[in-house]
């Protein structure tokens, strides 16, 4: 058994108590959400193992480290390889390296990719649409000075930097309705795939209900949102397409196409991101643009400066940031008027 701490890691008080890592960052930075049960168990288990924490030393440590570590949920959507590609570049500029994982539809595999980042003593993290809890978020917050793209503050320490959902709702509802649509269809990924799901569904739900329209959402499954988007059509003659990304939106025209320029006249389509797909002739999607380049440099500013503070006071984190940038809606020909 360790005699210092030294060289013993949360990891390594987690498998000994037989509890999750996350749980142990939490329990041992006093979080109220751990029962005192379990706060006392972990931290007993801590002791013995020498484990102790030196903030300190640690944030000096992440300071000289010259890496980033990047965590993707996959290598599917276009738009999260182009905010890895954004990322890297900002990183370069400041003489760091990004260090990409990508995630995965189980959580344990996850959580292990972020295991090995934080090993390495990374200077910051970096999480593109986690679909993970917002305690599981938090506690790893408590380990490195860490941002999440797309998707709202966890809360704890941990900053955000993402699309104001709402704006964007307003600009694909209303361009919808212009279109002749009176009903919204929103195809929909699954949580795993993209955790912004939900809260874009809901800025959906009220741009929809402002405008007096009715939503109508569908998730897609492991085909993609194919069959999502044949039930909108089925549900709803005057539906006009939401798809939650341009990879789902590629579904839908394909449906559409299946169904000749019929079909085609009565489902206007708008996705988001305006990824290079959205660009191509053969798609020509309509898509709400983010500005991937301003989302990733704003996240490694906020990494930074979060490390710069820790090292000053290491006692006084940055309280939680949240950085919104707008959207802006590009009109292609899959939304053409009739």
Known sequence: MPTTGHDVTQSDVAEAAGVSRSLVSLALSGSPKVAEETRVHIARIASTLGYRVNAAASALARRRSTTIGLVLPNLRNAFFEQVSRALDDAAAEQGLTAFVAVG???RERLQRAIDSLLG????GLVLVSPWLTDAQIIAI?????????GRLPPGGHVDSVHIDEDQAARLVVSHLASRGATTIGYAAPRVVDDASRFQRERALAQAAAEAGLPLITEEGDDNGAGRAIRRLLAEAPGVGLVAHNDMLAIDAVAVLRDGGEEGSRR???VSYDNTYL???DEFALTSI?????SL???ALRLVTERVAALVDDPGAPLPARDVEAEGRLVVRGSSAPA
């Open 104 to 106: 995965a539809q189980d």
């Open 296 to 298: 990733a440099r704003q």
């Open 141 to 149: 917050g408590e380990e490195a000075p860490t941002c999440v793209i």
């Open 289 to 293: 643009e983010q500005p991937e380049r």
């Open 120 to 123: 390495v003593r990374v200077l």
């Open 267 to 269: 489902a206007p389509l």
């Open 278 to 280: 959205a660009r191509r």
